[in-house]
């Protein structure tokens, strides 16, 4: 999957497409004609790169192509290589001269070496390659087009889009990357569909489960996938179906949305999910990307799992370890503010890697199948403090936990230490609370251990009732309660530092 784009300035490398024309004019003449205006109309500017002299250049493309100085911004004049030395990176420079970024550059060029620098510098490498076949084509471009056409269609996907629906151009492109193979799928997602149809005549109960995303946008697509399918797995249902409504702040691009599409087709393909329909939209209602996700499972009535089938002398079980899904939200979308307080690269990228571990559908299958597993609840907002709780409120049934028990990986530690951030409160999917009969409680925990997950003993089903009892070093604590998640309280507090940082001279 490519990475989203945005871009404000085509850059063109002149001297490689005129060398890639091999003398025929068809190439830079359609360029030139066409170019200016599609750009223009879509509130782009278009600059060219060179080794020949500013002066050089404008003049060629104003006696060649009737193209003005004022039509060409940026004009880039590439210094000559000193001996043993590379070529020096002009696009950085010419972003400060524009007051943007590289980032907002597409550049393209028929050059790999001219691309390479365009990508070292974080623009976008668009390789021009008549005749081939486009695709991406590995660490030099981001990609490869071989007309006119396909560059527009490029251009475009790095435009910012206006509010209102999702275009039902790119809508139906996006939807065509989806293959639809559950014969229970009675009407797919199209242009026009409203609605999604499932036949569940054969299921005995169907279980449904919706939450919105709105945390690490950088994988938001994987985590809708996962949050709504763990619920549906603790009630011991196949996760089958997902619908959801995408909500993109004005301004966003069709790749940044294309690559949020791909994520959830990927993600959903990967556990056997079909993503049956939902909503685009671009509004001003948001200021990133939501993902509002609803997804619904099947099981067989007799095998249904329900909080209620808690009984005293249950033991509890822990799968992982506290605060997986906030270790990886933190380190994504606060990684060089930990580095700044003495965390490194390599325990950063491991924290972001977490994103992995936030699928509990293995261990929920697994206990699901135990005869004596008498509910599951995974571990969301509010962390595992707030877990028990909602265990226990449901469940009718009070609880008795060692604190000392429950699992934090160091890196988890790190984080809250460095960041003023307790664990136990701190959002926690990837984690799976288990309540089990005595008498299977250890062979599940073995089980669970065979296939791979860390799972814990942290405490026992103590009586009817509510609540929950901590115990640390043998003897009762007072049972810590997180009104507001740990994460939203750091970020509230991250966005005020950043709010004072500006109002200082």
Same mark, same amino acid.
């Given at each position: 999957?490519?990475?989203?784009?945005h871009?404000?300035?085509?850059l063109?490398?002149?001297?490689?497409?005129?060398?890639?024309?091999a003398?025929?004019?068809r190439?830079?003449?359609?360029?030139?004609?066409g170019?200016?205006?599609?750009?223009?109309?879509?509130g782009?500017?278009?600059?060219?790169?060179?080794?020949h002299?500013r002066?050089?250049?404008?003049?060629?493309l104003?006696?060649?192509?009737?193209?003005? $100085?004022?039509?060409?911004?940026?004009?880039?004049c590439?210094?000559?290589p000193?001996?043993?030395?590379?070529?020096?990176n002009p696009?950085?420079?010419?972003?400060?001269?524009?007051?943007t970024?590289?980032q907002?550059?597409?550049?393209?060029?028929a050059?790999?070496?001219m691309?390479?620098?365009?990508?070292?510098?974080?623009?976008l490498?668009?390789?021009?390659?008549?005749n081939a076949?486009?695709?991406?084509?590995?660490?030099a471009?981001?990609?490869?087009?071989?007309?006119?056409?396909?560059?527009n269609?490029?251009?475009?996907?790095?435009v910012?889009?206006?509010?209102?629906k999702?275009?039902?151009?790119?809508?139906?492109?996006?939807?065509?990357?989806?293959?639809?193979?559950d014969?229970?799928l009675?009407i797919?997602?199209?242009? /026009?569909?409203d609605?999604?149809a499932?036949?569940?005549?054969r299921?005995?109960v169907?279980?449904?489960k919706?939450?919105?995303?709105?945390?690490?946008?950088d994988a938001i697509?994987r985590?809708a996938?996962?949050?709504n399918a763990?619920?549906?797995?603790?009630?011991g249902?196949?996760p089958r179906?997902?619908l959801t409504?995408?909500?993109?702040?004005?301004g966003?691009?069709?790749? *940044?949305?294309?690559?949020?599409?791909s994520? *959830?087709?990927?993600?959903? @393909?990967?556990?056997g999910?079909?993503?049956?329909g939902?909503?685009?939209e671009?509004?001003?209602?948001?200021t990133? $990307?939501?993902?509002c996700?609803?997804?619904?499972?099947?099981?067989?009535?007799?095998?249904?799992?329900?909080?209620?089938?808690?009984?005293p002398?249950?033991r509890?079980?822990?799968?992982?370890?506290?605060?997986?899904e906030?270790t990886?939200?933190i380190?994504?979308e606060?990684?060089? @503010?930990?580095?700044?307080l003495?965390?490194?690269?390599?325990k950063?990228?491991?924290?972001?890697?977490y994103?992995?571990?936030?699928s509990?559908?293995?261990?929920?299958?697994?206990?699901?199948?135990c005869?004596?597993?008498?509910?599951?609840?995974?571990?969301?907002?509010?962390g595992?403090?707030?877990a028990l709780? =909602?265990?226990?409120?449901?469940? /009718?049934?009070?609880l008795?936990v060692d604190?000392?028990?429950?699992p934090?990986? $160091?890196?988890?530690?790190?984080?809250?230490r460095? *960041?003023?951030v307790h664990p136990?409160?701190?959002?926690?999917?990837?984690?799976?609370?288990?309540c089990? @009969?005595?008498k299977?409680?250890?062979?599940?925990?073995r089980?669970?251990?065979?296939?791979?997950?860390?799972t814990t003993?942290i405490? =026992?089903?103590?009586?009817k009732?509510? /609540?929950?009892?901590g115990?640390?070093?043998?003897?009762p604590?007072r049972?810590r309660s997180?009104?507001v998640?740990e994460?939203?309280?750091?970020?509230?507090?991250e966005?005020g530092r950043r709010?004072?940082?500006? @109002?200082v001279?």
């Amino acid at each position: 999957m490519q990475r989203p784009f945005h871009i404000s300035t085509v850059l063109f490398d002149l001297d490689g497409l005129l060398a890639a024309a091999a003398g025929s004019r068809r190439l830079p003449r359609a360029l030139a004609k066409g170019m200016v205006g599609m750009l223009r109309a879509r509130g782009l500017g278009m600059g060219v790169v060179s080794r020949h002299t500013r002066k050089a250049v404008l003049g060629f493309l104003k006696h060649r192509f009737q193209m003005q $100085p004022a039509d060409i911004r940026p004009c880039i004049c590439l210094d000559a290589p000193h001996a043993g030395r590379r070529r020096r990176n002009p696009f950085p420079a010419a972003a400060r001269s524009m007051r943007t970024t590289p980032q907002r550059f597409m550049v393209v060029s028929a050059d790999r070496e001219m691309l390479r620098l365009a990508r070292d510098a974080g623009a976008l490498a668009v390789e021009w390659c008549a005749n081939a076949t486009p695709d991406l084509s590995g660490p030099a471009t981001d990609y490869r087009v071989a007309d006119l056409q396909q560059l527009n269609r490029l251009i475009r996907m790095g435009v910012p889009l206006p509010a209102g629906k999702l275009p039902n151009d790119l809508l139906k492109e996006f939807l065509d990357e989806f293959t639809f193979e559950d014969p229970a799928l009675l009407i797919n997602p199209g242009v /026009g569909e409203d609605i999604a149809a499932v036949d569940v005549t054969r299921e005995e109960v169907l279980v449904l489960k919706s939450d919105p995303i709105t945390f690490a946008t950088d994988a938001i697509g994987r985590y809708a996938v996962l949050v709504n399918a763990n619920d549906i797995a603790t009630a011991g249902a196949l996760p089958r179906w997902l619908l959801t409504t995408l909500l993109f702040p004005v301004g966003s691009t069709p790749s *940044l949305i294309l690559s949020i599409v791909s994520e *959830l087709r990927e993600s959903c @393909r990967t556990w056997g999910i079909t993503l049956c329909g939902g909503h685009t939209e671009i509004t001003d209602a948001v200021t990133r $990307p939501v993902v509002c996700g609803m997804m619904a499972g099947s099981v067989r009535k007799r095998d249904l799992i329900e909080k209620r089938r808690m009984r005293p002398g249950d033991r509890v079980l822990l799968t992982k370890g506290a605060a997986v899904e906030g270790t990886a939200i933190i380190a994504r979308e606060l990684g060089s @503010r930990l580095r700044r307080l003495g965390m490194s690269a390599e325990k950063i990228e491991s924290c972001r890697s977490y994103l992995d571990r936030i699928s509990i559908i293995p261990e929920a299958r697994q206990a699901a199948r135990c005869p004596g597993t008498s509910a599951m609840h995974d571990v969301t907002e509010g962390g595992i403090a707030t877990a028990l709780e =909602e265990l226990s409120a449901a469940g /009718g049934c009070r609880l008795r936990v060692d604190l000392d028990r429950i699992p934090v990986f $160091p890196e988890t530690r790190t984080i809250c230490r460095l *960041l003023g951030v307790h664990p136990l409160g701190l959002i926690g999917s990837g984690s799976l609370l288990i309540c089990c @009969r005595l008498k299977h409680a250890d062979r599940l925990e073995r089980d669970l251990h065979r296939a791979g997950v860390q799972t814990t003993s942290i405490g =026992e089903v103590s009586g009817k009732g509510s /609540g929950v009892l901590g115990f640390k070093g043998g003897h009762p604590v007072r049972w810590r309660s997180f009104e507001v998640d740990e994460i939203a309280r750091l970020f509230a507090r991250e966005a005020g530092r950043r709010l004072v940082r500006k @109002r200082v001279p």
